[in-house]
């Protein structure tokens, strides 16, 4: 009897869990709130869905610097102005919890510039870190999209 009790306890004292669909909302909501930040110029705001300071990020083939340095970068490259900085839109997203504290993230995302669209893939690891989905690995693989050349001119 009083190893059924405590066993009772134990499970009433324990955290509930979130539930799948409660972590994939979460997930996509943090998503979103990066695309917003984004698009509004608050690179600060996009950075908040990775984890600081040491969030691995793969672009291009090579490592950014870090939480830090990836900041960095948006802000060099893309800070400049609204045409600078485009529309990001993320989109197809799919997201595979792996454990009750890990889920990656695999999704297209389209960001148009002043002059340029670039397309691409994003494959995220999440983790939970103190209730939050927080981004520990990004990793973009990318295209420029380049306008259809235009037919000469009739004569």
Do not use: C
Request: proline share 5%; net charge positive; no cysteine.
């Amino acid at each position: 009897m009083r190893a059924a009790l405590a066993a009772l306890l134990l499970t009433l004292a324990a955290p509930a869990s979130a539930s799948p669909a409660t972590d994939r909302a979460a997930i996509l909501a943090t998503i979103g709130r990066m695309e917003a930040a984004w698009n509004r110029g608050d690179f600060v705001g996009y950075m908040a869905g990775f984890k600081k300071p040491d969030v691995v990020f793969v672009s291009g083939g090579k490592f950014q610097d870090g939480w830090q340095g990836t900041l960095d970068h948006y802000i060099r490259d893309h800070g400049a102005n609204a045409g600078t900085r485009g529309h990001l839109h993320f989109s197809d997203m799919t997201v595979d919890l792996l454990s009750p504290t890990a889920a990656m993230l695999v999704g297209r995302y389209r960001l148009e510039r002043t002059g340029r669209v670039t397309e691409g893939v994003n494959t995220r690891l999440f983790k939970k870190i103190s209730g939050r989905w927080l981004i520990t690995l990004n990793h973009v693989s990318a295209y420029d999209l380049t306008p259809a050349p235009s037919a000469p001119a009739a004569r």
